[in-house]
């Protein structure tokens, strides 16, 4: 059974979701596979392991454990990664051996979460494939790599989805369909101007720059079927923007609930 006190930042980066979550009363189980980032949340959130409501996983997920090749990006920190093509983008990178565990030891070792979010870079799919129908997170969100992760959740048990715009977490302008030209065209308009809020309003928002956002009943918009949310994604990902409601210049995570 999910533990309702339980959270799993699969992707710590520099720790932005860790902390919202233990500002929030949750318990966090953090995984970071990139040591330097990992020893940086050490210090980072010292009082928080020293009271037990975090623990830190200085490794990467893959199928099996053992040790792998870990692509290091210099220039961008978050494509770091298990896949050399994730972590190899946007300029310079090094290579480090990494230490793996299956998402399966690390379901058996702290438990379900409540609450369950993946962002390592192509990797995702490994903890999908780890969970077992019978014991699930009640919210799961992934980034939005394939269409596959949707149908895996669905599979799975998960009936509610969304796609969330990764540029939207501090928004306070509507998100406007692409299916009319007028439509379109406003949205651009509101891209710029939220863009302009936002920097206006810096100290005051509450999602800072590389969080993963709101999570739970706390995302925006309503609860869509499985093929509503494909229907959505399909057009962004194939390049038909004159389709759904996504904008063509931002990224997205997939989220779902039981």
Known sequence: MAIPDLI????????????????????????????????????????????????????????????????????NDAFSALDQNAGTRCGAFHVIDVPCVTFADLLSQYGVPFYLKIDIERADINCLLSLNSSDLPKYVSIEAHELEYLIILYRLGYRGFKAIDQLRHNSRLPNLSNEKLISRGLKRLLWYLDRIDIRLRRKQVVYPPGSSGPFAEETPGTWLSLEEVAYDWLHFHRGYHDRGTLDPHSWYDFHARL
């Open 8 to 75: 799993y930042d699969v992707g710590m980066n520099h720790g932005e979701d860790t902390a919202h979550y233990l500002s929030k009363h949750f318990r966090v189980i953090g995984v970071e596979a990139n040591p330097v980032l990992a020893k940086e949340c050490r210090s980072r959130f010292v009082d928080a392991l020293n009271a037990k409501r975090l623990f830190i996983e200085p490794v990467a997920v893959a199928e099996t454990t053992g040790v792998r090749k870990f692509w290091v990006n210099e220039t």
